[in-house]
């Protein structure tokens, strides 16, 4: 291979080189911008395809154009009502002007460090600001619970704020400070809330005895209530047998009653009737009194001598 025809692939490679070093592509979930010794060139090239740079002198500098997680830290903070509580929050955010973002913060991880701040002090300043009631509940509800102890739940009725409008304030005032950065701030919430560890164990046992003094005005209220039934049961029971023994007495009045009449009416019968009569119930009288090895001594005046005496 000639001297000129080595030159030539040379040239053919280097001008390849030096073309090549002036294109860049982006994709759907990237930005960039355009720096030359540092300073930014340009508007931010946010569309993806391919894009064009001097080569060598500038430099691209990339941006995530996807929704960013920011995750903060456990912190312990002190509520309105003087409660220390640990605080777990996270957000979602995005960089809407890399231009001004890089200007003001360079890279992403400059950008969490300084979401760090802006988020973590309005979280302390919201929580700060709001009992615990107010964070740990969004809307207003009716415990159900005992007559007696409504009146002191209703305080946890009793919710102005909420959690949901509390997250709502810290998101708007977050937003407020970073409008000059680049960013926007798209969600705020409260990941978890927990008691701090040194009065952990005293909520607890505060929330046992709660529980043990509803459930021993439970069993008062039960005992009070089966002793009442108890004693219902007692009236009626003795209110049933009384007007047992008393219908009881009416239908045995009744019954001696006809008895009666009927045995007036057989007393009122012809002489024929009333000796048929004497005479059955001598029959069934002796037939009760004697046996086969008795032996009977009749006076002959008796009704019974007289019966006996006709039928010979």
């Given at each position: 291979m000639s001297i000129r025809n080595i030159l030539i692939l040379l040239l053919a490679v280097l001008f390849f080189a030096v073309s090549w070093s002036g294109v860049f592509i982006l994709d759907e979930t990237q930005q960039a911008i355009v720096t030359q010794f540092g300073r930014p060139v340009g508007q931010p090239r946010t569309q993806p395809g391919m894009n064009f740079?001097?080569?060598?002198?500038?430099?691209?500098?990339?941006?995530d154009k996807r929704f960013l997680e920011w995750d903060g830290d456990v912190n312990q903070v002190p509520t309105k009502d003087k409660t220390y509580?640990?605080?777990?929050?996270?957000?979602?955010?995005?960089?809407?002007?890399?231009?001004?973002f890089f200007i003001r913060l360079r890279d992403e991880r400059s950008g969490q460090s300084r979401l760090d701040d802006i988020l973590d002090g309005e979280t302390r300043n919201a929580v700060a600001g709001h009992d615990l009631l107010e964070l740990v509940r969004s809307s207003n509800r009716s415990p159900e619970v005992v007559e007696d102890y409504m009146q002191e739940m209703e305080k946890l009725a009793n919710i102005k704020v909420g959690r949901s409008k509390?997250?709502?304030?810290?998101?708007?005032?977050?937003?407020?400070?970073?409008?000059?950065?680049?960013?926007?701030?798209?969600?705020?919430?409260?990941?978890?809330?927990?008691?701090?560890e040194e009065?952990?164990?005293?909520?607890?046992?505060?929330?046992?005895?709660?529980?043990?003094?509803?459930?021993?005005?439970?069993?008062?209220?039960?005992?009070?209530?089966?002793?009442?039934?108890?004693g219902d049961k007692e009236?009626?029971?003795?209110?049933?047998?009384?007007?047992?023994?008393m219908q009881a007495e009416r239908i045995r009045g009744r019954a001696d009653s006809t008895a009666t009449a009927i045995y007036a009416k057989a007393y009122n019968r012809t002489a024929a009737s009333r000796d048929l009569y004497g005479f059955l119930k001598s029959l069934e009288?002796?037939?009760?009194?004697?046996?086969?090895?008795?032996?009977?001594?009749?006076?002959?005046?008796?009704?019974?001598y007289r019966y006996l005496k006709k039928m010979n």
């Open positions: 740079k001097v080569p060598f002198i500038q430099r691209v500098q990339y941006f509580i640990l605080v777990d929050t996270y957000a979602r955010w995005e960089i809407v002007d890399p231009l001004q509390i997250e709502a304030q810290v998101l708007k005032r977050a937003n407020e400070r970073t409008s000059d950065l680049g960013i926007r701030i798209l969600d705020f919430r409260f990941k978890r809330m927990n008691y701090a009065v952990r164990d005293r909520v607890y046992e505060r929330m046992i005895s709660e529980r043990n003094r509803i459930a021993d005005q439970f069993r008062s209220e039960g005992q009070g209530e089966a002793r009442k039934i108890l009236r009626d029971l003795a209110r049933i047998r009384s007007e047992a023994v009288v002796l037939e009760s009194s004697i046996d086969d090895q008795s032996s009977i001594i009749l006076s002959t005046e008796s009704d019974l």
